[in-house]
């Protein structure tokens, strides 16, 4: 397991409409993910499968895809982050009034996202996706080298998203994130746990 610490960058909040802005949303209609502001986001590994655990490499891909975020996107900014077992929590601050970096776009992204980061504005959807990608062709290349039968492509398709709403919630989330390690026999995404009554209440940072 390993965890990530902030790059101090400023939290810039958008409006909190509590009908529609909850976790597990995937993806919400209503809501413009390049809006500035805090998201928390959990990638979970296909089936949940402890691949983090089981290949210390693909671990190392992971950190290093994930603090290269603000390189690949110039107003995006990585904060508290873990990688567990099987699974990824990470906070991703987006601050759009930034200047847009001029010339080409980053790795990762799919055509149908270039006119919004050449406009400025790239969306959640669009860094979380690159981040995945980018992971999935570096382990590629080393499985294939190593001629490993390990799974390519190790990642769930979708991923779960929160909106951070204030700055209490914020340190909330960080604390959750700091702590997750110390919880992994406890936590929902543990395979073990899977069936167990209760796993499925809410989270700490939730209350």
Same mark, same amino acid.
């Given at each position: 397991?390993?965890?990530?610490?902030?790059?101090?960058?400023?939290?810039?909040?958008?409006?909190?409409?509590?009908?529609?802005?909850?976790?597990?949303?995937?993806?919400?209609?209503?809501?413009?993910?390049?809006?500035?502001?805090?998201?928390?986001?959990?990638?979970?590994?296909?089936?949940?499968?402890?691949?983090?655990?089981?290949?210390?490499?693909?671990?190392?891909?992971?950190?290093?895809?994930?603090?290269?975020?603000? +390189?690949?996107?110039?107003?995006?900014?990585?904060?508290?982050?873990?990688?567990?077992?099987?699974?990824?929590?990470?906070?991703?601050?987006?601050?759009?009034?930034?200047?847009?970096?001029?010339?080409?776009?980053?790795?990762?992204?799919?055509?149908?996202?270039?006119?919004?980061?050449?406009?400025?504005?790239?969306?959640?959807?669009?860094?979380?996706?690159?981040?995945?990608?980018?992971?999935?062709?570096?382990?590629? +290349?080393?499985?294939?080298?190593?001629?490993?039968?390990?799974?390519?492509?190790?990642?769930?398709?979708?991923?779960?998203?929160?909106?951070?709403?204030?700055?209490?919630?914020?340190?909330?989330?960080?604390?959750?994130?700091?702590?997750?390690?110390? +919880?992994?026999?406890?936590?929902?995404?543990?395979?073990?746990?899977?069936?167990?009554?209760?796993?499925?209440?809410?989270?700490?940072?939730?209350?």
């Amino acid at each position: 397991m390993r965890r990530g610490h902030p790059q101090g960058a400023p939290l810039q909040l958008m409006t909190y409409n509590p009908a529609i802005h909850h976790r597990r949303s995937i993806r919400l209609k209503e809501y413009d993910y390049a809006l500035s502001g805090a998201y928390f986001v959990t990638i979970c590994t296909f089936n949940r499968e402890c691949y983090f655990m089981q290949f210390p490499q693909l671990m190392e891909i992971v950190d290093e895809e994930w603090r290269r975020i603000s +390189k690949r996107f110039h107003m995006a900014f990585t904060d508290e982050y873990v990688i567990m077992p099987n699974h990824f929590h990470g906070i991703v601050i987006i601050n759009n009034e930034m200047e847009c970096r001029q010339g080409g776009y980053p790795q990762g992204v799919s055509l149908q996202n270039v006119t919004d980061i050449i406009n400025g504005k790239p969306n959640l959807g669009t860094i979380v996706g690159s981040f995945k990608s980018l992971c999935v062709n570096a382990w590629l +290349k080393v499985i294939t080298s190593r001629n490993n039968n390990a799974r390519g492509k190790f990642w769930q398709s979708n991923y779960y998203e929160h909106i951070i709403r204030s700055e209490d919630e914020l340190n909330r989330i960080r604390n959750y994130i700091i702590d997750n390690p110390l +919880k992994w026999e406890s936590d929902r995404e543990n395979p073990v746990n899977q069936n167990r009554p209760g796993t499925k209440q809410a989270e700490e940072w939730m209350v």
